[in-house]
T-cell receptor
Framework: GAVVSQHPSRVICKSGTSVKIECRSL??????MFWYRQFPKQSLMLMAT?????????EQGVEKDKFLINHASLTLSTLTVTSAHPEDSSFYIC?????????????????FGPGTRLTVL | GQQLNQSPQSMFIQEGEDVSMNCTSS?????WLWYKQDPGEGPVLLIA?????ELTSNGRLTAQFGITRKDSFLNISASIPSDVGIYFC??????????FGTGTRLKVLA
């Protein structure tokens, strides 16, 4: 159980185009999903928290107009990188929290997707 | 953004050896987690710890939640080649945010 998928796994695009990445919880409902960015040989950095039915919460320094997040259902969150530039090239990883665990100590556990490698030419 | 200090940064070990790594924080956490990440993949949860002093095992892996709530340790016994990868600690203080460690790159020599 607790499987999270991401699509696409890899995308290459031209500078100035927009790219949408999907994150799905396959066997559970997630009221909260998270988007991380990971540069080569570095750790994961939280970009934003995506709450179903409400606006995302962005971390300091993350441009909300550039990284658009939509969490329209309990199993799907999308991250759109608008007008992508080479410096946006990175590994984007989502995670989700299982609502069934709410109220228990393990509600803090996040289950991660396999990541999306974005390369902007 | 904030990161936890994880050590060692990398290590080469012989197959069959035991491995220890740790993670320290300047602030208190109420949950510590350990993840393993293979190249090009997302992190996979190894062990989650919820109480100060807690010692939890998962096969050859054992992790401890430090008594001060500011550190955690992960031990891998009798390492095998498939243990290679990057190990990350993560802490959370009851909010939704995970703070990740800087990672420990483990390479096992057969």
């Amino acid at each position: 159980g607790a499987v999270v998928s991401q699509h696409p796994s890899r995308v290459i695009c031209k500078s100035g185009t927009s790219v949408k990445i999907e994150c799905r919880s396959l066997d559970f409902q997630a009221t909260t999903m998270f988007w991380y960015r990971q540069f080569p040989k570095q750790s994961l950095m939280l970009m934003a928290t995506s709450n179903e039915g409400s606006k995302a919460t962005y971390e300091q320094g993350v441009e909300k107009d550039k990284f658009l997040i939509n969490h329209a259902s309990l199993t799907l969150s999308t991250l759109t990188v608008t007008s992508a530039h080479p410096e946006d090239s990175s590994f984007y990883i989502c995670s989700a929290r299982d609502r069934r665990l709410a109220g228990g100590s393990s509600y803090n556990e996040q289950f991660f997707g396999p990541g999306t490698r974005l390369t902007v030419l | 953004g904030q990161q936890l200090n994880q050590s060692p940064q990398s290590m080469f070990i012989q197959e069959g050896e035991d491995v220890s790594m740790n993670c320290t924080s300047s602030s208190i956490f109420n949950t510590w987690l350990w993840y393993k990440q293979d190249p090009g993949e997302g992190p996979v949860l190894l062990i989650a710890l919820y109480k100060a002093g807690e010692l939890t095992s998962n096969g050859r892996l054992t992790a401890q939640f430090g008594i001060t709530r500011k550190d955690s340790f992960l031990n891998i016994s009798a390492s095998i080649p498939s243990d290679v990868g990057i190990y990350f600690c993560a802490g959370t203080s009851g909010t939704y945010k995970y703070i990740f460690g800087t990672g420990t790159r483990l390479k096992v020599l057969a």
